[in-house]
């Protein structure tokens, strides 16, 4: 939460230097006390619970995703419409009951979005590979960097076993693990996620595990993630493909060795996907 806390002057002078259609301090005329709000209710539920910061950056990944930063994925299904969040990979974020807080307490929320249809989201799967990840970010006008770099918020939070298992038993049908996991971690994975029984995946009674399990932080944003990219340790098959590209391997390289680096990167790119499509003017 102090990471993500400091970084808010650095987003502060992007937005202030950059040519961007949002505005910092939109609510300064309308609730001036907003910002301030916002940052009471997180931090008072990240004291109850730390994992919520992961939680809130993937909320904001899966809005921006669909239909652009709208808060359309907050929208519940009406009628014959099913919304997005109800999406297979909609089922497991977390922070709704923080926003629905903070918005009780303030104004309503003057760009949110009032269409939200689950045949919207696609997003990039945990098992995609990085071209068809790639492929997904371009269309709201992401690059191979920015997929890099917030990839590492997988440093902190949990992950639903359901969302890797098959790395561990049954690798794309051989019958056998990825044999690009690390056999320390395999080991250690296969105790906490058994072999469904069910095939069927219930996100409710699944297991979860810490998103990067080896390192000593889980609750900070940092360059750790990519430590375990590189040590083969990464449990999504999507943060694995890091390590095997290039490009890629040579941004992980960069953000271990300068960890300002990635926090500095990592806030221009949640800049950058904060755009996404954004509502503005009268929309």
Known sequence: MAVLLSALPILVALLANTALSLEFHFYRNSCPQAEMVQRKIV????NKDPSLSAGLLRLHFHDCFTRGCDASVLLDSKGDNVAEKEASLNLSPRGFEVIDEINGVREAMQRNGTISTIGDVQLPGPSFSIDAALSAFKVINL???DLTTLLG????????CGFFVDRLYNFEGTGLPDPDLDPGLLDSLQKKCPIPINQIFNISIDPTV???PMTKTPFNLDSSFYRGVLDREAI???DQELAFTDVTRTLALTYINKPNVFQGKFSKAMIKLGNANVLTGRD
């Open 43 to 46: 931090k008072q539920h990240f």
């Open 210 to 212: 810490f998103m990067t």
């Open 236 to 238: 999504l098959l999507l």
């Open 143 to 145: 690059d191979l960097d």
């Open 153 to 160: 918020a997988h440093s902190i939070g949990f992950c639903h």
